[in-house]
């Protein structure tokens, strides 16, 4: 049976409007501008209404991805919603808006895989399409961390904002398209960064928001050594599957989580910072949602000529990653 090519048609991007800077963080907990800027990366980062939930995110950009593909929701076989605030335990958040788009053949379901998420749903769908099952999947990376961020706990809540970016994926012309993929885990990382109420082994009570275990905790330091780790092997490893070497990358899309983590990436990748797409001084580390938005922005801005080899590359919560070669 041979398998077919398959690669992106179409890219979307949605961000909240109201702007959460650093000067405003100053004015909430006990931090500032400097701190954040040269130990994150990150100037400021988008927030949710209080109205605003992960389908009303995701539909903006999943309705752009669309367009862009030249596609209708109609024509939809598979939606793929990776995120870890979705807009309730269940139904999906990728049902909710398979309603919302009129997607009326198209299975759905959400993945959590945390801010590796999104590479994670690309393999899975790329599978889909590759040996025929299925002709167009639509893949959303969509977080409201607004939502489980505790804005007394300096750690975190500098880092996380909101956003949606998504991708249409389906057949493209012989010798375009993904390349490989790298996705795994490791569970015994899992307490380092972890949402603890909320589930079965803990419901929501009074007291667990008592002791605000409905925000996230992050062992920040302990999450950052892995990042480093990770993000590099994870980007050799999909290379080494796709035939390619470092020096192949014309463009690096890593997760946006902290600039020292992705100079570090450059780094070990012997990457130069042009070839490189970072918007987490705008928009912070949105989880699942980094990687597709940083994408879009690449796309939008006129970044990608056909041929371009790009890695996307992330980690997170889990412990997970995921990392993938696609020639665009
Ligand atoms: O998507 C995946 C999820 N997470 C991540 O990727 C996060 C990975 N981790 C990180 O990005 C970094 O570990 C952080 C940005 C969270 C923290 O940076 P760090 O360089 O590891 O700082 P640290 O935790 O070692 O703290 C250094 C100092 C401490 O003060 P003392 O104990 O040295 O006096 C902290 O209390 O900085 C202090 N600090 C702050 N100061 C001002 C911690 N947060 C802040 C803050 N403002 N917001």
Known sequence: MSLIPVGVLGTGKHVPERVLTNFDLEKIVDTNDEWIRTRTGIRERRIASAEEA??????????????????????????????????????????????????????AFDLMAACSGFIYGLANATNFITLGTYKYALIIGVEVLSKITDYTDRNTCILFGDGAGAVVIGAVPEGRGFKSFEIGADGTGGPLLKLHAGGSRCPSSAETIAQKQHYMYMAGAEVFKFAVRIMGNA??????????????????????????????????????????????????????????????????SGRLSPGDRIVMVGFGAGLTWGASVLVW
């Open 54 to 107: 992960a389908s009303d995110l995701a539909f903006p950009a999943a309705e752009q991805a669309l367009k862009n593909a030249g596609i209708t929701a109609a024509d939809l076989d598979l939606i793929i919603v990776a995120t870890v605030t979705p807009d309730m335990a269940f139904p999906s958040t990728a049902c909710i808006l398979q309603e919302r788009l009129g997607a009326k053949k198209a299975a």
């Open 235 to 300: 980007a050799e490893e999909a290379l080494r599957k796709a035939g390619l070497v470092k020096e192949d990358i014309d463009l690096l899309i890593p997760h946006q989580a902290n600039i020292r983590i992705i100079n570090s990436a450059l780094h070990k990748l012997n990457v130069p910072e042009d070839k490189c797409i970072i918007n987490l001084d705008r928009y912070g580390n949105v989880g699942a949602a980094s990687i597709p938005m940083a994408l879009a922005e690449a796309a939008e």
